[in-house]
Each structure stands twice: as C-alpha cells, then as structure tokens.
C-alpha cells in the first residue's frame, strides 16, 4: 500500500537553511546538504527544498546545494524557486533533484508546466499553490458581485506579497490539465503559525484532482499531520520549523499517523 | 579480474542518470558513464536509467547509436539493470506512444489501472513472489520509492521476482538470467535501495567470475 509521506521543507537563503514566518523574520538554521542528511536518516520521504534567494543573489549557489545533497541522502529531492525555464529545470534535475515545484512561474506563464511535463515527464513537475482564505461574505473575486458561502481561496505569489487574481481550486485543476503531476498545496494563512493545516482547503482541491497533493503551511503537531491525511486527503506532509527546531520528529509524526491506521513506511528497514 | 566491478550507466539525457551513479558509486562499484557504445568498453555491466516516456528515450538511445549495443550486451549474457522507464523498455512494446522497446524480455508495458492516484508517486511496498538474490536481506513488504503511471506485464510469469499493489498489483521487480529490472527507483529509496544495488554489485561480480573461470 502507498505510504503517506512526511516531507521536512528546507528554505534556502543564499545556500544557508532558514525560517520565518509567513516569508519574514529569515533566522539562520543551518547547512541544507547536512540537513537533508539527517533527515533522511531519520526517517524522511523525501526532501523539499525551497530557494528563497533574491534573484540578483542567485550565483548557481542552489545546484551545488543539491549536488551535495544528493551525494548524502538516498531520497527523493524537490527544488522549488527561481526555475523558470526548461533549461533552468534540466540543470537542477542533472544535479540530482528528482522534482522541480514551480509557484509564480508557473502562474506568470502556465504553459511552462506543459513544457516541462513533455520534456521530463509529468512526474518530474509539482505546482506549488500559495493560496490565502477569502474572508466569508465577501465577493470571491473582483468583478463577482455576489458574496461567497462556500469557502474561498485565491492564489497568491511572490511569497504571499501579491495576490494572483485566481482562484485555489480552479488553479489546482488547470495546473494538472496542463502537466503538473503533484501540488504543493500551501495555507498563507496558517503558514509559520503552527496552527495546524487548512484541511478545508486541502479537501476542496485533493477531491478534485487525481495527482497527489502534499499539505503545507502550519504543522503544530503530529495530530495536524494525521488531519492533513485523513480528513485532508492529503497524500504527503510537509512541514518546516517543527522539525529544524526538533519540536517533532519525523518519527514521532509517523508513529502518530500509524496509530491513526495510516500507512507510513517503518524507519530502518534494511540496512546497507 | 580482481577489484571493483565496473559498472557502465547509460546516459541518454534520462534525469535520473547522475542520482544513480553516485548511489551505485556509494556502494563501491566502479562507475562510468556511457553517452555512446564506445563507453561500454571495460563494463562489467550496465545500467540503464530513465524517467518519463518510453517514445523519447527509444528515440535518444537510437540517436546516440545504443539501442543495438545494449541488445546485443544483454542476449550475450552479460548483466544489464533497468531502473524505472529503464526497466519497462527491456520488454518489447509499450503502451505509452505504443513504442516499440529493445525486447529483451517478452512481455509489454501498459499503464497501471484502478489506480487511486496517478502517477504512482511515494513510497510503497515490495511483496517478493520468490526468493531472489536481489533482496537478499531486505525484508518482505520493504518500501521503495516509484515514481511512474506505467509499468510491464512479462509474458513469463517465471520472470516475476516481487510485486507491488496501486490499485491492482503490478510487477515491480523482474529478471531473465543477467537480466534485472526495477520499477521502483533504488538510487532514492534509502538503506533499502542502496542494499539492491549492493546485492546488484554482488551478482555482477558472480558474473564476472563465472566468465573469467
């Protein structure tokens, strides 16, 4: 039976793991290559890295980061930020990233998701989707007179910054049809806040696509994580500070998820 | 021959080309790199890699002049390991673009159905049908990393080494005499992964011995 991942993300500012909240208040939390070691050896799916780098700062500081990694940790490796190009993709996947997430990319030019699809696979190619609740009883977009009384989301960009004039759902559904094969799927609202994932929002989209979706954004507890899954229909967690800063375990957080009946795949199983 | 067993990895533009030499390199094999049939010279075995589609990657190894090299390598008897799209194009045919594949094992390549989730992406269980010196020490039910829609059905189910369950179950894992191939990718499946490639090495070098006594 398919395992339910747990994803530790790492962003990466100019080749350094740090954290903020909701993108700000950047803290310093160590080397992403000796990082991603530890957490593959702890129990870790698979390992997300986020580049955060400035573009101006940006000096290939990113492929070395996965070189290393991956010359470290036998697990999968997705690199997200500043890819926006075939070309920029098959650099990160010849490093040994096995997955490239695009977000504003992917918003600013959404046949780069078809592109990238075609040359790679659609296995290769994940959409990560900051999306930020609407408040109830607002219009649900510009232009839409009528207030909304389901529950809405927009999409937003550039860390949270700007808002991308669409919406969650219809973005997530597009994103697939056009040759994403996993969606990162991220609450800015809960983000950083550690009061656990928008399962709402994780449901909405996770009933409407077939391709996997991985939970992000607000992970408290190993009981957030075990929500993302079964009531989010989540296929894969990730989570940040709770891990760097050793709150939880990736142990802990599976033991959990077994002992709700989730399938998660047992720490050390054979040995090299 | 005494030493490390070298082992040749193809690199026709497959993404995951780099990831499993340097895990093959971690378990002590010798690695080279392939782009051509001249970088088949010295190998004690080779490893044929791939991500994506099956009518790209017939076309890449064709236009690099190694789909005869690599047919020819296998029905000489020496070993040959597929990994993931690696391991579906050492059938016959595949669904995927119905392309016609280096059939060096009988059987086809069709997509998964009944599946939950497409595609197979994460982690799941390898159930072994019989006892294979390819997981030697890796216990029943391990997971493995898979990352694929497709995967092949062999024509002999003798071929069957370990199957895996993603809606209805399909063959992971396959062998013909020196023949080896793995839908789940070893190279990022950990302790678990890196140990078949050691048990892989393993069997390379009982090759090699055999050949030179």
């Keep these: 039976m398919l395992a339910r991942r747990v994803i530790p993300c790492l962003d990466v500012d100019k080749g350094r793991v740090v954290k903020g909240t909701k993108f700000v208040d950047l803290t310093d939390e160590g080397d992403p290559a000796e990082l991603a070691e530890r957490y593959a050896r702890e129990g870790a799916d698979e390992i997300v890295f986020l580049d955060i780098t400035a573009a101006h700062e940006r000096r290939g500081t990113m492929l070395d980061v996965v070189r290393r990694a991956a010359s470290r940790a036998f697990v999968p490796l997705t690199v997200g930020g500043g890819v926006r190009s075939v070309a920029e993709m098959r650099d990160v996947l010849r490093s040994g990233a096995d997955k490239v997430s695009?977000?504003?990319?992917?918003?600013?030019?959404?046949?780069?998701?078809?592109?990238?699809?075609?040359?790679?696979?659609?296995?290769?190619?994940?959409?990560?989707?900051?999306?930020?609740?609407?408040?109830?009883?607002?219009?649900?977009?510009?232009?839409?007179?009528?207030?909304?009384?389901?529950?809405?989301?927009?999409?937003v960009t550039h860390g949270g910054r700007q808002a991308a004039g669409l919406d969650a759902i219809s973005w997530a559904e597009l994103a697939v049809t056009l040759g994403a094969g996993e969606l990162l799927v991220t609450s800015m609202d809960r983000d950083g806040t550690r009061t656990g994932f928008d399962v709402e929002l994780l449901a909405a989209i996770?009933?409407?696509?077939?391709?996997?979706?991985?939970?992000?954004?607000?992970?408290?507890?190993?009981?957030?994580?075990?929500?993302?899954?079964?009531?989010?229909?989540?296929?894969?967690?990730?989570?940040?500070?709770?891990?760097h800063r050793r709150i939880h375990s990736i142990a802990s957080v599976k033991a959990a998820m077994a002992a709700a009946g989730l399938p998660v795949r047992p720490i050390d199983q054979a040995q090299a | 021959m005494s030493g490390p067993v070298t082992v040749a990895v193809i690199d026709y533009g497959a993404a995951n080309m780099v990831s499993?030499?340097?895990?093959?390199?971690?378990?002590?094999?010798?690695?080279?790199?392939?782009?051509?049939?001249?970088?088949?010279?010295?190998?004690?075995?080779?490893?044929?890699?791939?991500?994506?589609?099956?009518?790209?990657?017939?076309?890449?190894?064709?236009?690099?002049?190694?789909?005869?090299?690599?047919?020819?390598?296998?029905?000489?008897?020496?070993?040959?390991?597929?990994?993931?799209?690696?391991?579906q194009i050492l059938f016959e045919r595949s669904d995927e673009g119905d392309a016609a594949t280096l059939g060096l094992l009988p059987g086809r390549t069709v997509a998964l159905s009944g599946a939950p989730t497409l595609p197979h992406i994460g982690w799941n269980s390898v159930e072994q049908v019989r006892p294979h010196a390819l997981f030697e020490g890796v216990p029943a039910g391990t997971y493995f990393y898979f990352v694929h829609s497709y995967a092949p059905v062999p024509a002999d189910e003798a071929d069957v080494i370990a199957r895996t369950t993603h809606g209805r179950p399909f063959v992971s894992a396959a062998t013909h005499g020196s023949l080896y191939g793995l839908q789940f990718h070893p190279e990022k499946s950990s302790d678990a992964g890196l140990r078949v490639l050691v048990n892989f090495v393993g069997l390379v070098e009982a090759c090699r011995a055999g050949r030179a006594a």
């Design chain 1, 206 to 243: 996770a009933t409407r696509v077939t391709v996997p979706v991985i939970a992000s954004g607000g992970a408290a507890g190993p009981e957030d994580f075990v929500a993302a899954v079964r009531d989010g229909r989540a296929d894969a967690v990730l989570a940040a500070s709770i891990f």
């Design chain 2, 20 to 87: 499993i030499a340097r895990a093959l390199d971690a378990v002590g094999a010798r690695v080279t790199v392939a782009e051509d049939a001249s970088g088949l010279a010295g190998a004690d075995a080779l490893v044929v890699p791939g991500v994506g589609a099956a009518p790209p990657a017939m076309a890449h190894l064709a236009e690099r002049g190694l789909s005869q090299p690599i047919v020819d390598w296998g029905r000489s008897g020496r070993p040959i390991l597929g990994i993931c799209l690696g391991y």
């Design chain 1, 102 to 155: 695009f977000n504003t990319a992917a918003v600013a030019t959404p046949e780069l998701l078809t592109a990238c699809a075609d040359r790679f696979g659609r296995q290769a190619v994940v959409c990560a989707i900051d999306a930020r609740r609407l408040p109830t009883g607002e219009p649900d977009r510009p232009g839409n007179a009528a207030p909304s009384t389901t529950p809405r989301w927009e999409v």
